[in-house]
Structures are given as structure tokens and as C-alpha cells.
């Protein structure tokens, strides 16, 4: 079993940052891809970023590419993402999710998800 665990979600204003991390444990994950979603009040949840696992390739949302970047520490068992130049549009609960299969946008495509950070922004 796959436990994981977002952190450093907050309060920021518009055009600030924030960094959340994704702790796992039960397993390691470091060959396996990892992503972070998102889902905003009365929305349905969307795909953000994704990053492989020793390759580390990454993918983004159009929504915020060029802002956003994931990363991981695969000795730390540990996701990251950066989010910079915060939009009030990017408040939502951020999801971190492992996928065992593959990697993939989809939320069929990840097998663990974590309970979610709530990232409010504020204009």
C-alpha cells in the first residue's frame, strides 16, 4: 500500500508562490511516474503536471506551463511542485497522485492519490 501525504499548501496573494510537497510512503516510487491535479470548487478534477521517474521527463497543463514546475527527489521518496506567479484561478485542493502502469492526464491513469492541500489565492 502507497501513502501519500501533500504539504505547503496556503494562503498566497496573486502573483506569488507557493511550494507543495508530496511525501510518499508504503513503497518506493522512484521508477514510477507521479503527477499533481487539481480540482476548484464546483469543478471537476484536472490534470496539472506529471513527471516520470528516473527519466524525470516532464508535462504540464497548458493552463500553467511556463509557472508551474514538478519535480521530484526520488532519495526522499518526494514530489515537489512549484508554483510561481499565482493567479486567483489556481486556487483549488492540489491532489498528488502515483501511478503504477504508466504515466498519463487522466485520473484512471494514477492508482494512489493523496487526501489533497487546499491553495487559496488571493487578488
Known amino acids: 500500500q502507497v501513502h501519500l501525504i501533500e504539504s505547503g499548501g496556503g494562503l498566497a496573494q496573486a502573483g506569488g508562490s507557493l511550494r507543495l510537497t508530496c511525501a510518499a510512503s508504503?513503497?518506493?516510487?522512484?521508477?514510477?511516474?507521479m503527477a499533481w491535479f487539481r480540482q476548484a470548487a464546483e469543478k471537476e478534477r484536472e490534470f496539472v503536471a506529471r513527471?516520470?521517474?528516473?527519466?524525470?521527463?516532464?508535462s504540464y497543463a497548458d493552463s500553467v506551463k511556463g509557472r508551474f514546475t514538478i519535480s521530484r527527489d526520488n532519495a526522499k521518496n518526494t514530489v515537489y511542485l512549484q508554483m510561481n506567479s499565482l493567479k486567483p484561478e489556481d486556487t483549488a485542493v492540489y491532489y498528488c497522485?502515483?501511478?503504477?502502469?504508466?504515466?498519463?492526464?487522466?485520473?484512471?491513469?494514477?492508482?494512489?492519490w493523496g487526501q489533497g492541500t487546499q491553495v487559496t489565492v488571493s487578488s
Open positions: 497522485a502515483a501511478s503504477l502502469r504508466g504515466w498519463g492526464r487522466m485520473e484512471y491513469d494514477y492508482d494512489y
Open positions: 508504503g513503497r518506493t516510487l522512484g521508477t514510477y511516474p
Open positions: 513527471i516520470t521517474g528516473s527519466v524525470r521527463s516532464t
